[in-house]
C-alpha cells in the first residue's frame, strides 16, 4: 500500500513543485517525471538486491548451522573412537600380562615336574 502511494505521490509531487515554481516548461516536467521514474526503479532494484542478500544471508547461515551440526558429531565420533581405542589398548596390555604371567607359571610347573621326576 505505502509503495502504491509513492509510486503516484512522488511524481506528481515533483511536477507540482516544478510548476509552482513558476519556471516549468512542458520539458522540465517530463525530465522531472523522468528523473523520479528513474529514481524510484533505482530505489525498488535496490530493493529487491537487499531482499536477495537477506535471503541468500539466511542460506549461508542454516549451511553454517548444518556444517556446524556435522562437526559436532564428527567429534562425537572421534571421542567415542578414542575412548574404544584406549579400552582395546587396555585390554592388549592385560593380555600381554596375562600371557606372560601363564608363561611364568608353564615354566615353574615344568621346574616343579622335572625336580619331581629326578627325585622319583
Not at 509503495?3 to 516536467?29: E, N, Q, W
Not at 615354566?107 to 629326578?118: F, H
Amino acid at each position: 500500500m505505502h509503495s502504491a502511494i509513492t509510486k503516484s505521490l512522488l511524481p506528481l509531487a515533483m511536477s507540482a513543485a516544478v510548476l509552482l515554481g513558476g519556471c516549468a516548461t512542458r520539458d522540465s516536467v517530463a525530465q522531472a517525471l523522468a528523473a523520479a521514474n528513474a529514481a524510484q526503479n533505482t530505489a525498488q532494484a535496490a530493493r529487491m538486491t537487499a531482499d536477495q542478500a537477506l535471503t541468500a544471508a539466511q542460506a549461508a547461515q542454516q549451511t553454517a548451522n548444518a556444517a556446524n551440526a556435522t562437526s559436532q558429531q564428527a567429534s562425537a565420533a572421534a571421542q567415542q573412537a578414542q575412548a574404544a581405542a584406549d579400552r582395546a589398548q587396555a585390554a592388549s596390555q592385560n593380555a600381554a600380562s596375562s600371557a606372560e604371567a601363564a608363561r611364568a607359571e608353564s615354566e615353574r610347573i615344568q621346574r616343579t615336574v622335572l625336580a619331581q621326576g629326578e627325585r622319583g
